[in-house]
T-cell receptor
Framework: GNSVTQMEGPVTLSEEAFLTINCTYTATGYPSLFWYVQYPGEGLQLLLKATKADDKGSNKGFEATYRKETTSFHLEKGSVQVSDSAVYFCALRGVSSNTGKLIFGQGTTLQVKP | DAGVTQSPTHLIKTRGQQVTLRCSPKSGHDTVSWYQQALGQGPQFIFQYYEEEERQRGNFPDRFSGHQFPNYSSELNVNALLLGDSALYLC?????????????FGPGTRLTVT
């Protein structure tokens, strides 16, 4: 079945450091891929998405490229801020899904220190 | 434009009791999905409602049931609560007719079973 695996956290960085959070997936065909962010005490917010191979999703300085050959969708940001501290979830929607059902990874906690 | 709203925010129940959680979708959306997020885990799909019918179900027992009303709002019911049902319950809404199936999440209801 479809699944998503994320690097374990927590990831602790200093402000302005470079961020990478790894995400790999298992799925048939070409699923749609997403990154969601969850700030403390809040629900999930869509951060970015990519729907086909080699697409690059970007938003608020974050980027992720859909790599079919490595089944990966790693999240990157060139310079993190304290306000980026949150839990980040990688997710996929299967190609055969007609309901939009999302399959999530376990989440990676990011802590950014001043 | 109101986003997805959920009530109550927090709830404490005793093992064996029953609970009802409520969700109002984002304005213009007609589909509601429910997810369970255990502490430190990614959300797990419970089921989805469209046109007042359950359209897809995840790997959850029959103790979990739902309903969608003509105004598209939805309820999640859990019977015979177990300690393991303690989690954050997230509601997500989407518009079925759009091919993107993009889901917007509410802030969640934190259920604690004692």
């Amino acid at each position: 079945g479809n699944s998503v695996t994320q690097m374990e956290g927590p990831v602790t960085l200093s402000e302005e450091a470079f961020l990478t959070i790894n995400c790999t997936y298992t799925a048939t065909g070409y699923p749609s891929l997403f990154w969601y962010v969850q700030y403390p005490g809040e629900g999930l917010q869509l951060l970015l998405k990519a729907t086909k191979a080699d697409d690059k999703g970007s938003n608020k300085g974050f980027e992720a490229t859909y790599r079919k050959e490595t089944t990966s969708f790693h999240l990157e940001k060139g310079s993190v801020q304290v306000s980026d501290s949150a839990v980040y979830f990688c997710a996929l929607r299967g190609v055969s899904s007609n309901t939009g059902k999302l399959i999530f990874g376990q989440g990676t906690t990011l802590q950014v220190k001043p | 434009d109101a986003g997805v709203t959920q009530s109550p925010t927090h709830l404490i129940k005793t093992r064996g009791q029953q609970v009802t959680l409520r969700c109002s979708p984002k304005s213009g959306h007609d589909t509601v999905s429910w997810y369970q997020q255990a502490l430190g885990q990614g959300p797990q799909f419970i089921f989805q409602y469209y046109e007042e019918e359950e359209r897809q179900r995840g790997n959850f027992p029959d103790r979990f049931s739902g309903h969608q009303f003509p105004n598209y709002s939805s309820e999640l019911n859990v019977n015979a609560l177990l300690l393991g049902d303690s989690a954050l319950y997230l509601c997500a809404s989407s518009l079925r007719q759009t091919s993107s199936y993009e889901q917007y999440f509410g802030p969640g209801t934190r259920l604690t079973v004692t």
